[in-house]
């Protein structure tokens, strides 16, 4: 980013000058010193909004990688227009950007796993211009199922942490979420809940929300199972419902078309591909 190259010199010439103030001392090096010490502290103090404003006047490129795998494994992005595709990609790329990773799996993190927790983040964003990055901006993995302070008698698989703005997740679990309907995608459901702690029309999708019970009808596990893979039953029904909604979309329409008729307005429906021709 912008920042590392900005304070890299900073603190070359820092050092350098330390150098000279002990080996061979100039009263005029001390100050010197001081003052590159406060801007480098100036860069650090001012770091992302430095590279906030490098994101937008310099959108990163996609990686070709990433984009095969958006358009064979994500509806929605396969169901979006190609000018809306690019833009879709711009949005993902500078959420990653800007998002702190951490692994309490032991391992270095790839490339590929920090994106799957970003790409519905950007659905989000993308689609209903709600900045989530501001406030979620931190995800946390590990290599098996945790305890939380949130959640301390129950061993589970992936949380939202609203105070503090953190993502955690199990690798194995956010994986699998994007191998088919078949498996819960923990990263949308989370994502989901961030959002609607954001968008300022969520009560209204609250409103409208069927139970728990309800919206699992639709899919192809029910609250036993669901509880058996996540560690325990997923708590908020309309972040659900909107898992659901862009899992199981023909499902929830034809139950619940109320609620569906609601998400479409608000979230398009570009990744049921059933009722629209795939651009390639």
Request: hydrophobic share 45%; proline share 8%; glycine share 4%.
């Amino acid at each position: 980013m912008l920042s590392r190259y900005i304070l890299l010199p900073i603190l070359l010439a820092a050092g350098v000058v330390l150098y000279l103030m002990i080996f061979e001392f100039r009263p005029k090096y001390p100050p010197i010193f001081i003052g590159l010490v406060m801007a480098a502290a100036g860069v650090l103090m001012i770091e992302k909004a430095i590279n906030n404003w490098w994101l937008e006047k310099k959108p990163p490129t996609s990686d070709p990688a990433l984009v095969n795998f958006l358009y064979n494994y994500i509806p929605y992005y396969r169901g979006l227009p190609p000018n809306l595709r690019k833009d879709y990609e711009r949005e993902l790329e500078r959420i990653v950007l800007k998002t702190e990773f951490y692994s309490r799996a032991g391992s270095d993190l790839s490339d590929d796993l920090k994106a799957l927790c970003c790409i519905y983040p950007a659905v989000f964003t993308f689609q209903t211009k709600t900045p989530l990055v501001k406030k979620f901006n931190t995800v946390v993995f590990y290599s098996h199922p945790f305890l939380t302070p949130n959640f301390p008698d129950q061993v589970h698989v992936s949380e939202v942490d609203f105070e503090d703005g953190v993502y955690i997740y199990t690798i194995d679990h956010l994986q699998l979420g994007y191998r088919g309907s078949a498996y819960f995608n923990t990263a949308l459901y989370e994502a989901a809940k961030a959002w609607l702690s954001k968008y300022e029309g969520a009560g209204a999708i609250r409103k409208i929300s069927p139970t728990i019970p309800e919206v699992l009808e639709a899919s192809a596990y029910g609250e036993k199972e669901l509880s058996a893979y996540c560690g325990m039953l997923p708590e908020d029904a309309t972040a659900l419902l909107i898992h659901h909604f862009f899992t199981f979309p023909e499902q929830i329409e034809r139950l619940y078309p109320e609620a569906y008729e609601v998400l479409v307005e608000i979230l398009g429906d570009f990744h049921v591909l059933s009722k629209r021709p795939v651009i390639i």
